[in-house]
């Protein structure tokens, strides 16, 4: 009995602590955002000077009106002279060129369309051959790298950390040393999250070295 009882204490430790966490972050997000944003707000123009109550999200809803506004005057020519020209002013300081365009990167990393995605999902041997790692493969190896490598056709890799795999290191594989996985971005992602403890479904493993696209050809009747 102490045993079930125990099994339905942690099943349900896993199902509320996800969710339970999420909720008091997004929590702390937003009553972070608020008190930022009204403390920048005059008394005139702050809800507080005219509600009796405090409702969240009030600053919130500013910001993203905000940023709004701030992407339609970026669209359009007089907003996009005033950017270049705002850069301008910032490229020409020492210290914040270096903040601003190490954020500005991250922000456009961040923000990239999905042609710019991760393809596939590999293993390769990493760190020394016998041991193996997922990768992901984000587009093929061109001009000087790969003609100074290798005549073989070369990849540019990704090869994420655990438990968080926005950071990680660029390599350049051979595409003969890479076994391609038919498992999806995601569930890659979530394995590496979990350090393993959640593993991906069950998916048949394409050929050694084949893509999985090549694997489903060369399978079919």
Not at 33 to 45: E, H, K, M
Not at 159 to 181: A, E, H, M, Q, W
Request: proline share 7%; glycine share 6%.
């Amino acid at each position: 009995m102490w045993h079930r009882l125990r099994t339905y204490f942690l099943a349900g430790l896993v199902v509320f602590a996800p969710i339970s966490i999420t909720i008091f972050l997004t929590w702390k997000v937003i009553g972070g955002i608020d008190g930022f944003v009204r403390g920048l707000l005059p008394t005139a123009y702050n809800p507080e000077t005219y509600l009796a109550v405090n409702i969240p999200g009030i600053g919130l809803f500013i910001t993203f009106v905000f940023l709004t506004m701030l992407g339609a005057l970026a669209a359009n020519f007089l907003g996009r002279s005033l950017i270049r020209l705002g850069e301008a002013l910032v490229e020409r300081t020492p210290v914040i060129r270096g903040i601003y365009t190490t954020v500005k990167q991250i922000a456009q990393t961040v923000m990239a369309q999905s042609s710019t995605t991760f393809r596939d999902v590999v293993m390769i041997e990493y760190p020394r051959p016998g041991l193996w790692a997922i990768a992901f493969v984000s587009s093929n190896t061109t001009n000087e790298i790969q003609q100074k490598t290798a005549k073989e056709d070369m990849l540019n890799v990704f090869l994420p950390t655990t438990p968080n795999p926005t950071s990680g290191f660029l390599l350049f594989v051979r595409k003969s040393d890479c076994i391609y996985l038919d498992m999806t971005i995601e569930q890659a992602i979530k394995y590496i999250i979990s350090a393993g403890l959640v593993s991906p479904s069950e998916l048949p493993l394409a050929s050694p070295n084949k893509r999985p696209s090549e694997a489903a050809k060369s399978s079919a009747p």
